[in-house]
């Protein structure tokens, strides 16, 4: 039974509006005998002063991919080529995560009762099926090259990633200030971090390459920084298609959650939980409380809902009371049946 968007909606009531914003929210639906009590709240996207950050950062890194590739073509090296493959798949993290943080200030329509917060799913299960098909392409590249060596230029190789290194540090520091309050900010600090620490790794190797002349300090260079590529993309894949298929977050612990509302006051039992991601960022929760003799009790579910909300990081919560007797059974008590 999915719940009502409308106490989502509150946080975005047009300015002077009657709704409060930012606060809790009770409100009370009548449905086939029930009571339900769904608790509205705030959600944490994307600060607004950060839009300048992600349009910086991506024209930047942008520029970078494309000069990147083109001088690693022109060196002769694939360790450039895979680092722009990789600095690629970031700026696409950090549309994804500027976009989604726009279209979740989309308001919901009669299809799209959620709104369209859940393309951000979609989004990053792309991207990192995107990136795994790069990424084994230039792995089989690398292996063609250690087959059959030839020279890269070293020199290039160390001023393009050292390049590399202050556009991705420089993007790092401008979203450092926001990355402890928002998920999505503090993603694309991690992603520019490590591209930075990357970017340096090639430098290395066009060091070693000019020290040396070890042909084959490129290619193995290219398939370390496509492994590290996998290793990051395939959490993300596994992740963006858990939410896709609806799985609890793993930063919810579900048996928590069951026990807390067990214990809830006059609550003699819980059936019917569901608990998912409705974006990349945000969490659902709906259950049946069963309440013998208890009458609705506004107090109690607005408790809930902040409980939820600060024990859990549950953003949306639905609860519906029932008082359990035996001449309206609910249809899905059974854990079984969804």
Same mark, same amino acid.
């Given at each position: 039974?999915?719940?009502?968007?409308?106490?989502?909606?509150?946080?975005?009531?047009?300015?002077?509006?009657?709704?409060?914003?930012?606060?809790?929210?009770?409100?009370?639906?009548?449905?086939?005998?029930?009571?339900?009590?769904?608790?509205?709240?705030?959600?944490?996207?994307?600060?607004?002063?950060?839009?300048?950050?992600?349009?910086?950062?991506?024209?930047?890194?942008?520029?970078?991919?494309? @000069?990147? #590739?083109?001088? =690693? +073509?022109?060196? &002769?090296?694939?360790?450039?080529?895979?680092? !722009?493959?990789?600095?690629? /798949? *970031?700026?696409?993290?950090?549309?994804?995560?500027?976009?989604?943080?726009?279209?979740?200030?989309?308001?919901?329509?009669?299809?799209?009762?959620?709104?369209?917060?859940?393309?951000?799913?979609?989004?990053?299960?792309?991207?990192?099926?995107?990136?795994?098909?790069?990424?084994?392409?230039?792995?089989?590249?690398?292996?063609?090259?250690?087959?059959?060596?030839?020279?890269?230029?070293?020199?290039?190789?160390? @001023?393009? #990633?050292?390049? =590399? +290194?202050?556009? &991705?540090?420089?993007?790092?520091?401008?979203? !450092?200030?926001?990355?402890? /309050? *928002?998920?999505?900010?503090?993603?694309?600090?991690?992603?520019?971090?490590?591209?930075?620490?990357?970017?340096?790794?090639?430098?290395?190797?066009?060091?070693?390459?000019?020290?040396?002349?070890?042909?084959?300090?490129?290619?193995?260079?290219?398939?370390?920084?496509?492994?590290?590529?996998?290793?990051?993309?395939?959490?993300?894949?596994?992740?963006?298609?858990?939410?896709?298929?609806?799985?609890?977050?793993?930063?919810?612990?579900?048996?928590? +959650?069951?026990?807390?509302?067990?214990?809830?006051?006059?609550?003699?039992?819980?059936?019917?939980?569901?608990?998912?991601?409705?974006?990349?960022?945000?969490?659902?929760?709906?259950?049946?409380?069963?309440?013998?003799?208890?009458?609705?009790?506004?107090?109690?579910?607005?408790?809930?809902?902040?409980?939820?909300?600060?024990?859990?990081?549950?953003?949306?919560?639905?609860?519906?009371?029932?008082?359990?007797?035996?001449?309206?059974?609910?249809?899905?008590?059974?854990?079984?049946?969804?």
């Amino acid at each position: 039974m999915p719940p009502s968007p409308h106490g989502d909606r509150q946080d975005r009531a047009a300015p002077g509006g009657p709704h409060n914003h930012g606060h809790d929210h009770d409100h009370e639906h009548g449905h086939a005998g029930h009571a339900h009590g769904e608790i509205g709240h705030h959600h944490a996207h994307a600060p607004s002063s950060f839009g300048l950050a992600f349009a910086v950062g991506i024209a930047l890194n942008t520029g970078y991919v494309v @000069a990147e #590739a083109v001088y =690693g +073509v022109l060196a &002769n090296s694939l360790a450039l080529i895979a680092d !722009a493959g990789h600095n690629l /798949g *970031d700026v696409l993290s950090l549309g994804v995560a500027w976009f989604a943080a726009w279209l979740a200030s989309r308001p919901p329509s009669d299809r799209y009762t959620y709104g369209l917060r859940g393309s951000s799913i979609l989004a990053a299960l792309s991207n990192a099926i995107v990136l795994l098909v790069v990424t084994g392409g230039i792995a089989w590249a690398a292996l063609l090259k250690l087959a059959h060596p030839s020279p890269a230029g070293g020199v290039t190789i160390m @001023a393009v #990633a050292a390049a =590399g +290194v202050m556009i &991705n540090g420089v993007t790092a520091l401008m979203f !450092a200030s926001g990355r402890k /309050g *928002d998920l999505n900010i503090r993603s694309a600090f991690a992603h520019m971090a490590s591209d930075a620490l990357i970017a340096l790794g090639v430098v290395v190797s066009g060091a070693l390459i000019l020290l040396t002349g070890w042909t084959w300090v490129d290619p193995t260079v290219s398939l370390v920084i496509g492994g590290l590529i996998i290793l990051g993309t395939w959490s993300l894949m596994r992740e963006s298609l858990d939410l896709a298929l609806q799985a609890v977050p793993t930063s919810v612990n579900h048996l928590e +959650v069951l026990r807390y509302l067990r214990d809830l006051p006059g609550v003699s039992d819980v059936h019917d939980l569901h608990i998912w991601g409705m974006s990349t960022t945000e969490t659902a929760l709906t259950a049946h409380l069963v309440r013998p003799g208890g009458e609705l009790d506004d107090s109690l579910l607005q408790q809930a809902g902040a409980d939820l909300r600060k024990r859990f990081a549950v953003h949306h919560t639905t609860l519906q009371v029932e008082t359990g007797l035996g001449d309206h059974p609910c249809e899905l008590a059974p854990s079984e049946v969804v």
